[in-house]
Every structure is written in structure tokens, then in C-alpha cells.
């Protein structure tokens, strides 16, 4: 039996297919680079854009991720790593107090290898502007770091 997918689901899975590369890709880049340019321990969420799209925040973000990484970068935030998944977890606990927290954003596009890492508390500040969604000008414009992946 041939299983169908709505165009939600089929999009979903497509985005979460080049998420998933991205954050392999970026955790890579942090290992060499990660010390020189971030210089502190801290969480990281991971989101694409296809082509030239902007990144809707309520369908992009889900309702907890920016709030989570505020509240980790001014206050404390302790997360229990699920040991429900058959894959080996480096650690039970990971914990963040007054630690910086970013938001990684890629375009995926032929040959692109940009990236920007973003405070959570300019996202939320878009936000709050009423800006619906981040496109890539802006995100270069409000990014802490600029980077290319290898």
C-alpha cells in the first residue's frame, strides 16, 4: 500500500532533511572554529531557508525554541537529553546559566555555504516589530557572526 503525504508533511520532511544536514554540517564548523568565534559553551537552534523564501517565525520556529534560548542566555535553563533513542547520548543533562545562546540560519541554494548566527533576543525583537518572518538581508544585517561552511 502506497503511503501519501500531504504537501505539509512532504514539506516538513523536506526542510527537516536539510536541517538535519545543516546542523551536521555547522556542528563540523563549530569543532574547528566554534572556540575562536563563539568562545563559550551555549545552545544552538538550527533552521533553513529554501532559495530566496524568507523564514515564516510561527511556522519556522516552534512555539518554545526562542523563548527556551532567552531564557538560557538571562536566566538558567537545564534540559534532560532523552535516553528513549537507541543512538548513545554524549550526556544526561545538559545545563546553561547566563550563557550565550544563538539561532543558526542557512539558505539552502546551489554552491551557498553562508550562514548566520543570531541572538534569540533580536529574532524576538523582529518579532515584536511585527515582522512575520526573516529573510536573508536581514539576517545578515542582525547576525553576531557570518560564516561559511565548508
Not at 80 to 106: N, W
Request: contains cysteine; proline residues 5%.
Amino acid at each position: 500500500m502506497k503511503t501519501i503525504f500531504s504537501l505539509e508533511e512532504t514539506i516538513n520532511n523536506y526542510m527537516h532533511k536539510y536541517e538535519q544536514k545543516f546542523c551536521s554540517e555547522l556542528n563540523k564548523w563549530l569543532t574547528y572554529n566554534g572556540e575562536k568565534v563563539i568562545k563559550h559553551s551555549c545552545p544552538i537552534e538550527c533552521k533553513v531557508g529554501i532559495g530566496d523564501k524568507p523564514i515564516n517565525f510561527k511556522s519556522g520556529f516552534r512555539p518554545h525554541q526562542i523563548p527556551t534560548l532567552i531564557q538560557a542566555k538571562q536566566n538558567v535553563h537545564a534540559y534532560k537529553v532523552s535516553d528513549m533513542d537507541q543512538m548513545p547520548k554524549p550526556y544526561d543533562i545538559a545545563f546553561f546559566c547566563k550563557a550565550p545562546s544563538l539561532i543558526a540560519i542557512m539558505w539552502i541554494r546551489k554552491s551557498n555555504k553562508t550562514f548566520y548566527l543570531i541572538d534569540p533576543v533580536a529574532i524576538q525583537g523582529l518579532q515584536e516589530d511585527g515582522h512575520k518572518s526573516i529573510d536573508e538581508k536581514m539576517a545578515h544585517v542582525i547576525a553576531e557572526y557570518v560564516g561559511e561552511l565548508k
